[in-house]
């Protein structure tokens, strides 16, 4: 049966808007993913790993996070939202996760005020790009603006 508000061979419209700023357009097209969708006053935001503006992967993890935490930003800010809308971040370490740990939540206190987000800090193998420490996906909350 068909549903006469969507006629066969047309797609029912997707709930969520996708967020893509220009510096991700390129990996986004490459890997067929959204950096971020938002879904009314949702942010999601995509795995992050630590590549710099110019698409490379310091060696340090400290190096690592703090790129992250700036495409982060880059992500929010063309979601019309900042770092303080974070609500819940998840963080996947390749290395000694308790000394990572530390050095983000040092870098974390820079970026983020009170109130904090909840967070999960997990440590894994290996990660989707050769050499990253770190990946890092978030939630934010932040009024839609038309």
Known sequence: MSNPKFPPGNPMPKTFTAIVPP?????SETYQFSPAVRIGDQILI???VGVDAEGRLPPDFRSQAENVFTT???ILNEAGATLDDVASLNSYHVGDIHSQLRELVDIK???????????????????GVPGALLELSAVAVAVARD
């Open 23 to 27: 510096s991700l357009q390129a990996a």
């Open 46 to 48: 995509s795995g992050i």
């Open 72 to 74: 982060l930003e880059a």
């Open 109 to 127: 206190a820079t970026r983020i005020q009170a109130p904090h987000p909840i967070w999960t800090g997990v440590g894994v193998t290996q990660l």
